[in-house]
Nanobody
Framework: VQLVESGGGLVQAGGSLRLSCAAS????????MGWYRQAPGRPRELVAD????????NYRNSVKGRFTVSRDNAKNTMYLQMNSLEPEDTAVYYC???????????????WGQGTQVTVSS
């Protein structure tokens, strides 16, 4: 399963960005999708994740109330709406998907290539 992120860029503090992550490949079923980020010199951290039905979401404390994760299963796409961005949000943002390949029933854990988000003060 391939994941392609888009929507990163440079924005001033207080601004907004919307990231997208599109999944493609052989027939699959995704159980959980998530956004992670990694700033220079720091470990990769979970930002938010969402279950297959979109009815359960989870956020790291520092983004609660500012970021919203959603998904469109018909398009196999996940989104991250980021509002009130802060310089501390600057990082490379990665998309992750976990599920199963229907033909083989083999589990997968895929990552996108990452998209840079830079917030200037």
């Amino acid at each position: 399963v391939q994941l392609v992120e888009s929507g990163g860029g440079l924005v001033q503090a207080g601004g907004s960005l919307r990231l997208s992550c599109a999944a493609s490949g052989t027939t699959f079923r995704i159980f959980l999708m998530g956004w992670y980020r990694q700033a220079p010199g720091r470990p990769r951290e979970l930002v938010a994740d969402i279950t297959s039905g979109g009815n359960k979401t989870n956020y790291r404390n520092s983004v609660k109330g500012r970021f919203t994760v959603s998904r469109d299963n018909a398009k196999n796409t996940m989104y991250l709406q980021m509002n009130s961005l802060e310089p501390e949000d600057t990082a490379v943002y990665y998309c992750n998907a976990r599920g199963v390949i229907m033909e083989t029933t083999k589990a997968f854990d895929s990552w996108g290539q990452g998209t840079q988000v830079t917030v200037s003060s």
